[in-house]
């Protein structure tokens, strides 16, 4: 049976930090190499290219993964943040940037982008952490700098800093529902 | 390095999927979490004619429960993400052992892709889910073009990393019975998320006057694939699990291993580990049961 050399080749469209590309990468393309050749975006590092050193984490539909364990060909029609969304528009660093730097969370900085993108997911989970899970959580990325326990105090200051935030969220959210919910009993009556 | 090169398609359903590996007649694999096939590839280990990509295949990612009392039987879909049974309420409430043992798979983007099916189909010998399946006495449902059967844990591998599918074959879902009232799990790695050195899930019922039966003894790492201590388990029915059951249970279980020398231990090594946690894990499905009954 005969295939299409086409095949080969994929056409891959989708959202990379809230913009619209497409692209075109041979088939065997992992995903790391795709971002980092094909869309230019450097930030995410490539290492071990077999899935131990967790450099190339980004994320993908909400999801810290492993970009050189995925093909060029999955992300399309995805949703998929890098390291080069974190900094807000006017290059200013974020809170999480900003807690690596005042806990001396990084020297090199070849494994921060990995760091950064798994503590993102971990923060858009919501859920209140002890480091000791904080620990478990980000033992996928490798770091030979460090000894880990500036990352480890970054991600922790960072995930109370935005769980507390979310729960005045969801509270001022809540108070809203609750008022709302009285006036429609009140327009009821 | 880099994987040489392949072609690729999408499957889009389970029949489309198995009629391109009937096509390419063995030289094309199904791309599930890519945990395992990725890492292969790129380190060239392996060529491969094609991947059929399976992840946007509807409805194998789901875990059902279905029947009744001892009817009871739990169905998790195999695209079924570890990330997914680490955190459903109906996993943790029907599946108590597996989610146990997910949670000692790799680290956390690892879970976030990484597969039930995959891994069973993967077949390594010290992987959690092989095991935890074995123990738990699942049944795999497979589909080809030929049509579907079942087969059970206990006859799912020829070898290390050799389950036992024909080539045009796809794994759709893992049925399993009611789960045991009991289970305990140990195992030794060297590192954190790395593969084991060996591991042991021990499951069993416990009359009300304190009597067990049914103990299952399944051990990791220590054979080709994950095997039952069949001689060890029989040696434990019907006893309260007192110190010196334990102890002539665990010696007992020296019949079921053949362990192998690698870079994580020797096979010496090995076998003097199995006893000590096979010991452990029915101490602690012991203490578990003593915990539950003071509730
Ligand atoms: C850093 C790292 C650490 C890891 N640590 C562990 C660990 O501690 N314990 C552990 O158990 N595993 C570990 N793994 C492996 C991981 O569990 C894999 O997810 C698993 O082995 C394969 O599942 P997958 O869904 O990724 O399958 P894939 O890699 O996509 O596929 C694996 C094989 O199964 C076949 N296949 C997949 N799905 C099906 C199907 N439905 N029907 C037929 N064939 C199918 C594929 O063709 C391929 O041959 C680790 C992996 C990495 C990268
Ligand atoms: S480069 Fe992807 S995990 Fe190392
Ligand atoms: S800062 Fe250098 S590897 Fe982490």
Redesign the pocket.
């Known amino acids: 049976m005969s295939f299409e050399r086409t095949l080969n080749e994929q056409e891959i469209s989708l959202t990379l930090n809230g913009e619209r590309v497409r692209a075109w990468a041979p088939s065997r393309m992992h995903a790391a190499d795709f971002l980092r050749q094909r869309l230019g975006r450097t930030g995410t590092h490539v290492g071990c290219e077999?899935?131990?050193c967790g450099m190339c984490t980004v994320m993908v539909d909400g999801q810290a993964v492993?970009s050189c364990?995925m093909l060029a060909a999955q992300l399309d029609g995805a949703e998929v943040c890098t390291v080069e969304s974190l900094a807000e528009e006017n290059g200013n660093l974020n809170a999480l940037q900003q807690a690596f730097k005042k806990h001396h969370g990084l020297q090199c900085g070849f494994c921060t982008p990995g760091f950064l993108m798994l503590a993102t997911s971990l923060a858009a989970r919501g859920e209140a952490m002890s480091r000791e899970q904080i620990r478990d959580e980000v033992s996928?990325v490798l770091c030979r700098c460090t000894g880990y326990e500036g990352i480890v105090r970054a991600v922790e200051e960072y995930l109370s800093v935005q769980q507390a935030e979310g729960s005045r969220f969801r509270q001022a959210e809540g108070s809203r529902h609750a008022e709302g919910a009285q006036q429609a009993m009140e327009a009821q009556s | 390095m880099k994987a040489a090169d392949f072609l690729y398609h999408r499957a889009g359903s389970v029949a489309e999927a198995v009629t391109l590996l009937d096509e390419y007649a063995g030289e094309a694999?199904?791309?599930?979490?890519?945990?395992?096939?990725?890492?292969?590839l790129n380190m060239r280990l392996w060529r491969l004619g094609a991947l059929i990509d399976?992840n946007q295949v509807p409805g194998?990612d789901g875990i059902e429960v279905e029947g009744q009392g001892d009817l009871e039987a739990t169905r998790v879909g195999?695209?079924t993400?570890?990330a997914s049974l680490e955190r459903s309420p109906l996993a943790a409430s029907r599946l108590p052992l597996l989610v146990e043992m997910v949670r000692?798979?790799?680290?956390r983007q690892?879970r976030n892709?990484?597969?039930?099916?995959?891994?069973?189909?993967?077949g390594?010998p010290?992987?959690?889910?092989?095991l935890a399946c074995l123990v738990l006495d699942a049944r795999v449902r497979?589909e080809s073009g030929r049509g579907g059967r079942e087969i059970a844990m206990g006859e799912f591998y020829h070898g290390s990393y050799a389950?036992a599918?024909e080539f045009d074959?796809?794994?759709?879902e893992i049925r399993f019975p009611r789960h045991p009232q009991h289970f305990a799990f140990s195992e030794l790695?060297r590192r954190h998320?790395?593969?084991?050195v060996l591991s042991v899930a021990v499951t069993g019922e416990c009359d009300s006057d304190g009597r067990w039966h049914d103990v299952r003894i399944g051990l990791g790492g220590v054979n080709d694939m994950p095997v039952l201590a069949e001689a060890a388990s029989a040696r434990l029915a019907g006893t309260r699990l007192a110190d010196d059951d334990i102890r002539e249970a665990a010696a007992l279980t020296q019949e079921a291993i053949d362990p192998p020398s690698d870079m994580r231990a020797t096979a010496e090594y090995r076998a003097h580990l199995v006893p000590v946690h096979v010991r452990r894990a029915l101490q602690q499905l012991c203490s578990k049961n003593r915990a539950a009954d003071r509730r």
């Open positions: 077999q899935g131990v492993k364990l996928g | 694999r199904l791309l599930a979490g890519g945990q395992s096939l990725m890492p292969m399976v194998l195999a695209l993400r570890y000692h798979i790799g680290d690892v892709r990484g597969t039930l099916g995959g891994s069973l189909v993967q390594d010290t992987a959690e889910m092989p497979v389950a599918l074959e796809m794994v759709t790695t998320g790395d593969f084991c």
